[in-house]
């Protein structure tokens, strides 16, 4: 259960989040990823997601993100690669938050949405830190 009920909610995302959830998305990879990618592969990544096509990205992946109170905290969405198949995309949590159940509680969300469009087969591309909580 997510330690913060009464202040936790979840909503989808709108262009005006863009620059908080690039933000949150930046500041999550670098520092849960530190310990799996080198310097150079963080900049790298720091740079596609300060990039405006990053907006781009975020409004074709039925964005949900979770907040409490009004801080964005995570989020994770989803898109349709063909009639068959969805792919799971943006999961992130700011590493305030990590470890508290919204990660998980963002992909189920997810996942309900994918499968009630009628997608059948679920794909999912992990970064290396994020390996265990999908195993999990």
Partial sequence: MIGHDRNTHFRRFDVSDFRVVQEMHADSFRRLAADDYSESEILAHN?????DDYLAALSESNIT???V?????????WCRL????????KVFV?????GEGFGRRLVE???KEIH???VKKILL?????????YER
Avoid: C, H, W
């Fill in 82 to 89: 063909d009639k068959n198949t969805g792919r799971i995309r």
């Fill in 69 to 77: 109170g009004d801080k964005v905290v995570g989020s994770a969405g």
């Fill in 65 to 67: 993100l979770a907040l």
């Fill in 125 to 133: 591309r992990a970064s290396m830190n994020s390996i265990p909580f």
């Fill in 94 to 98: 700011s590493p305030d938050y990590a």
């Fill in 109 to 111: 969300q997810v996942e």
């Fill in 116 to 118: 009630q469009s009628g």
């Fill in 47 to 51: 740079v596609m997601f300060q990039s």
